[in-house]
């Protein structure tokens, strides 16, 4: 069961109702590239400006993980309009805020591919490794520190552990 962004702008008419806030000009938007999160609210000058929900949740047959995201995403923005330019993140009052919608006010929310019938991409594609004291990260795309550490540039990178500037990373094709 597919869903559309018409469904994720009426649940949000409803709950701008609710809750007494106008988040009309809120684009929404659904990402194919999303692999790890299910939605994202970002802000622009302490103001949110865009909703986006992973494919991957808009694919979703369960309708708790769809309308869990949907409305976690909306108390990030319902923070913004409330109090706008404060960061709050997944805090007290961000938390508040997810009671107020109905969603589960948890930082990061798994939807198991046994109870969605959808398949996510987990696997990494990139391994970075520090030289120095052999810490390792994974990434899924290749992201901007990737391409440097790549180019020879792990110079301008910085290990956490062990503070060195020494990287190399394999490519292990995910």
């Not at 809120?26 to 999303?34: D, N, P």
Request: with cysteine; proline share 3%; aromatic share 6%.
């Amino acid at each position: 069961m597919s869903r559309t962004l018409a469904e994720v702008r009426a649940e949000y008419d409803r709950l701008d109702r609710l809750c007494g806030v106008n988040t009309a000009g809120i684009e929404l938007k659904v990402s194919g590239r999303a692999r790890k999160r299910l939605g994202s609210c970002q802000c622009r000058g302490g103001r949110p400006v865009r909703i986006t929900i992973s494919a991957f949740v808009m694919d979703a047959g369960d309708d708790a993980v769809f309308y869990d995201t949907v409305r976690h995403e909306y108390a990030h923005a319902l923070v913004q309009l409330r109090l706008p330019g404060e960061r709050h993140g997944h805090d007290a009052v961000w938390k508040a805020a997810c009671r107020e919608v109905g969603c589960r006010p948890e930082r990061c929310a798994e939807a198991p591919a046994a109870e969605t019938g959808v398949q996510r991409e987990t696997r990494a594609r990139y391994r970075l490794r520090c030289l120095s004291c052999s810490a390792q990260w994974e990434y899924l795309r290749r992201s901007r520190t990737v391409k440097l550490v790549a180019a020879g540039y792990g110079c301008v990178c910085t290990c956490p552990h062990c503070g060195a500037h020494r990287f190399g990373v394999e490519d292990v094709g995910g």
